[in-house]
């Protein structure tokens, strides 16, 4: 039997579902791969627990009521092979922590995106330089296997031409509601209270997100790729960048006008709004786009992603990868999936 111990950080609304997910079927994984996943350590921003023989199950239930300061370099000393270090954070702190566990051996699977977007050989040391024991599937289209299909296309030789696509399941609900004559701010707030939102919706609406994702697949790609040389056009004006979240949520109220106009002038002409990807050799931007119903992008509904390859082998009928890609559900289910590949190969 194949013991891993796991140490989760943040145990938020994804993080608590992924912990849910695996105390369920901890059983079935140790019957069916042979793999007996350990909880060792959980931790949020204010504290956690730690046993490297792992925690009882009653204490990771009750986390984070039974959280303390942990003395982190102890924790380090027992880092090897045998962890493997969970990011569902939003944090842009933890890439020092990461980079740190992968040099002690462990394996790391993150649905966080922020420690991949900043510091190009940041990212370079994480994924390129971690020989595959680094996962991050589930920060681009949650539980979509788009990073996967992504690097099976660079590593078998064929040349990326273009990728388009709705890469928000977020904003895709938001346009889908509005389309069906909901208001704006209605549909932001429904989308917030649906858990589809990052916790401050605004990296969501500023396309800020949106962008991240894209940056991470133009990396993949192997490009030295920066955030601010993505072109970027938000769903709000600048001026409400310093409101409070309620605040925020009460100004978006007039904006829903400017998005009534926007929908009824987009479907005179047959189109819908839809917030989308383009990037290929030479470029990348992020931004709303009028795009005919009837085409795959405006056939969109709800929180639906899809992604389109268009490759040197997939010109002419380009290869399309459409699903869920927003929810707390189908993203833990994509950091678990991750952490059992991770498994299999320790």
Known sequence: MKKVKIIHLGIGKVGKTLVDQILKNKEVIRRT???YLIYSGLFNSKGGIFS???????????????????????????????????????SSETYGFLDLALKKSCYVAVSNKKPLCGNFNHFKRLVQK????????????AGLPVIRTLMDLILTGDKIVQIQGCFSGTLGYIFSEIERGIAFSEA?????ELGYTEPDPRDDLSGLDVARKALILVRTMGRKTHLDEIKLTSLYPKQMEKLSVNDFFE??????PVFQKRTVS?????????????????????GIEEVEK????????????????????????????????AGIGVTAAGVFADILEAAKLM
């Open 294 to 325: 009837s085409s795959n992008l405006g056939s969109l509904k709800g929180p639906d992603n899809l992604i389109v390859f268009k490759t040197e082998r997939y010109l002419a009928n380009p290869l399309i990868i459409k699903g869920p890609g």
């Open 130 to 141: 971690s020989e595959r024991r680094f996962f991050y599937e589930t920060t681009v289209g």
């Open 52 to 90: 490297d023989s792992g925690i009882d199950i009653r204490d990771v239930t009750k986390f984070p009521g039974n959280a303390v300061i942990v003395d982190y370099d102890k924790v380090i000393s027992f880092l090897d092979e045998n962890y493997i270090i969970v990011d569902t954070t939003a």
């Open 33 to 35: 791969l042979g793999i």
């Open 188 to 192: 932001v707030k429904k989308a917030y």
């Open 251 to 256: 100004s978006l109220k007039n904006l829903d």
């Open 266 to 286: 987009a479907g005179k002409k047959g189109k819908t709004l839809r917030y989308v990807v383009t990037m290929d050799s030479e470029s990348c931007r992020v």
